[in-house]
């Protein structure tokens, strides 16, 4: 036999909805779940029909939060609520999903089936977090317009005294969509900001306030328990837009700059640290650093080391009365010094 010496790999693009959705781990966070036409669905679990059935039925994906409980929102808050009207139960939602795959995939053909994947006994777990998208049709009869992928962040659309959940999706040509709404509002960046200085896009919203959330249900807002001032949010969308465009984000900026300073720790790259570090939207300052530390030592240069008391890590080891966990950080110096 004659061995092949070239190897080669190929992508397959395979359509899906997104859709809201609930995952109850504990505390019950609001998702956007993605359908896909091969019968897959990512619930942060990304199995095939078959598992997320099974995920649903024992309260992993749920369509709905009883009431005087909290709805927590990635990057935007969190809100007990009361005067809950959803509209799935359990075997309904499972039939929403069936019926988007038969969409996607009338004659349901090469319906995943999900088979564990290890590597040297690891277990190997996938992503099937989908991009969202818009059509770029070339000519009027483009029968394969381009797509341009895009972003997406949770804000609160106001209408009529009510809120609506809305995803925000943005696009590098400075257009963005208002999508999990009945319709889509299409806008641009300069009309996106006039709306949040009016109030009608906000990310705070008083008690008592109704939310719908269209596709699975409504709410009363009781009390916030933390929320994200619409000026980080602004700041996050205008990242987004960088990051589309290739441009690197401020997050980028600022591990750049902690970088630079951990390996030249002069005052001048303490205060470009300092800057960079400032400009990243507050609820997205814990990504400059690892997953451990977050961005203690970012603040530790910045600040004083004094920092490191708000560390989570530190705080528990000392109300257990453990040795406390250090975090070291070069002193800066004139340049020179070096």
């Known amino acids: 036999m004659i061995n092949p010496t070239t190897r080669v790999y190929r992508k397959q693009l395979i359509e899906g909805f997104s859709i809201p959705a609930i995952i109850h781990n504990g505390s019950y966070f609001f998702v956007d779940i993605d359908v896909y036409a091969d019968g897959r669905v990512e619930c942060w679990h990304f199995e095939d029909i078959e598992h997320f059935k099974k995920d649903v039925r024992r309260g992993w994906v749920v369509s709905g939060i009883p009431d005087n409980n909290e709805i927590s929102i990635h990057g935007l808050g969190s809100w007990t609520i009361i005067n809950g009207s959803w509209l799935f139960d359990k075997e309904s939602f499972i039939d929403y999903v069936l019926k988007l795959i ?21 277990k190997i777990g996938e992503s099937g977090n989908g ?43 400075l257009t963005i969509s208002l999508s999990r709404l009945e319709k889509t509002v299409d806008i641009n960046l300069e009309e996106f900001e006039e709306l949040i200085n009016k109030e009608i896009i906000v990310s705070e919203i008083p008690a008592g306030s109704i939310v719908n959330i ?18 980080e949010k602004l700041l996050e969308v205008r990242d987004l837009i960088k990051e589309l465009k290739g441009e690197p984000s401020a997050i980028d900026v600022c591990r750049e700059a902690y970088q630079r300073y951990i390996d030249h720790p002069t005052l001048n790259n303490k ?13 997205q300052k814990m990504y400059v650093g690892d997953m451990d530390t977050k961005d203690t030592a970012v603040r530790m240069i910045i600040y004083g080391e004094q920092e490191i008391e708000n560390w989570s890590h530190y705080r528990v080891a000392k109300a257990m009365g453990e040795k406390l966990p250090t975090i070291q950080v070069p002193t800066p110096k004139e340049e020179s010094d070096e």
């Open 131 to 173: 991009s969202v998208y818009k059509e770029h049709k070339r000519t009027p009869n483009d029968l394969f317009p381009e797509k341009i992928t895009g972003e997406s962040v949770n804000l609160f659309y106001k209408v009529n005294n009510e809120y609506y959940l809305t995803k925000v999706l943005v696009f590098p040509d």
């Open 271 to 283: 205060e470009q640290l300092k800057i960079s570090y400032e400009a990243v939207p507050d609820h």
């Open 214 to 231: 269209y596709g699975l249900g409504s709410f009363t807002v009781q009390e916030a328990q933390y929320t994200t001032d619409i000026k």
């Open 102 to 122: 038969k969409e996607l995939n009338p004659a349901l053909e090469n319906i995943y089936q999900y088979s564990q994947k290890t590597v040297n006994g690891i």
